[in-house]
């Protein structure tokens, strides 16, 4: 499965943020929890609504992301 198929952007929700399967959780609040040392357990216990996939959709999101900006400095 493509992060694609569980990382959604609504204009009216979370500000256009990157969420998840259209939760209002974002993209941008698995990685910052993940960066705090949160382990995708832990992650999962505070919040049962998600799963290992949806917090390995965040990082492939990122991922691409940075692929991307990488990809476009270079032509810069």
């Not at 952007?9 to 209002?24: A, L, Q, S, T, V």
């Not at 993209?27 to 390995?56: C, K, N, Q």
């Amino acid at each position: 499965m493509s992060y694609r198929d569980i990382i959604t952007i609504e204009p009216d929700k979370r500000g256009g943020k990157p969420c998840i399967r259209r939760m209002r959780i974002t993209v941008y609040d698995v990685l910052g929890w993940l960066a705090a040392g949160m382990s995708v357990a832990e992650i999962i216990d505070d919040f049962p609504e998600l799963t290992e996939a949806d917090i390995r959709a965040c990082l492939e999101f990122a991922a691409d992301r940075d692929r991307r900006l990488v990809t476009f400095a270079s032509y810069t």
